[in-house]
């Protein structure tokens, strides 16, 4: 399998009532893997010692047939200062039935940008990932371009200027958004809690790691884990629920709490032998 970042969907969204007739884009995402930093090792693993699964057994999280659109209302706040166009990502951590029990704000150029569309996302229906058919736990990220209504014609001289510049350099600036482990004031995440998954004596006894990845939040709570490289579904399931219990010292930067995506190697304990 390709190692890639993950490609985060742009959605123009219909958001005001002059606009209620007009066809609502599907959502469409690549979200085979949840988020790889360009990277050639991991805790002294090399990439190429895992094995990951291939895109055609993969149905990745999506949002349910029977739920497949959003429509988000256009921040009335971002009339009112004369912002056009906006943009925020959200992450949902699924269950293997396809129930979210996270959300997760995770990128946005304006804070109500980002709430809108986090309050949407909690009304949504989701169908689960699935790797050969097996359904298992994972996140769903996406990302939203918001679009002003129709009629929203006076911009600020200044917000337009934003706007061009903006356009030169690749989109709207963001005002939050997670950061790479590097560039905390540590160097790195500090870990208080480590939970490790136990491998049941039928898969052996040899070690057994998953690579996996996930963000910590700004009071150090691990959020949206995810195991990108193959597993049965029963080991996969026992990674995730350990990586839940997972927790580090609230990270910062410049002394400031940040939001922070990680990866890590995941090793098995081999389950004990029963006393004779």
Do not use: C
């Not at 150029?109 to 909690?122: I, M, N, S």
């Not at 903006?166 to 809690?193: C, S, W």
């Amino acid at each position: 399998m390709s190692l890639r970042l993950l490609t985060l969907l742009a959605v123009s969204l219909v958001i005001a009532s002059a606009r209620a007739a007009d066809p609502v884009p599907a959502a469409e995402t690549d979200n085979d893997t949840l988020q790889l930093p360009d990277m050639k090792s991991v805790g002294g693993f090399a990439l190429k010692d895992f094995v990951f699964p291939e895109k055609s057994a993969i149905m990745p999280p999506a949002f349910s047939a029977n739920d497949p659109f959003i429509k988000v209302q256009f921040p009335g706040r971002a009339v009112y200062d004369g912002v056009a166009t906006g943009r925020a990502t959200v992450g949902v951590m699924l269950d293997q039935a396809g129930k979210p029990v996270d959300f997760l704000l995770i990128s946005y150029t304006k804070d109500y940008f980002g709430q809108a569309l986090l309050e949407e996302t909690r009304h949504r229906e989701f169908t689960a990932k699935t790797v050969d058919h097996a359904a298992i736990p994972a996140a769903f990220v996406f990302t939203y371009l918001f679009e002003p209504p129709t009629g929203m014609t006076s911009i600020s001289n200044f917000e337009a200027g934003s706007r061009r510049s903006e356009t030169v350099q690749g989109g709207p600036k963001l005002a939050y958004e997670a950061h790479r482990e590097m560039d905390l004031d540590a160097g790195q995440l500090e870990l208080k809690q480590l939970a490790v998954p136990v491998l049941p004596s039928r898969y052996g006894t040899q070690p057994v790691r998953a690579l996996v990845s996930f963000y910590v939040d700004e009071q150090g709570r691990v959020r949206l884990p995810n195991v990108e490289s193959a597993l049965v579904p029963e080991l996969l399931v026992g990674a995730v629920r350990a990586l839940q219990q997972w927790s580090f010292k609230p990270p910062t930067i410049k002394g400031q709490p940040v939001l922070v995506h990680a990866v890590r190697v995941l090793t098995f304990r081999p389950e004990a032998a029963p006393a004779k």
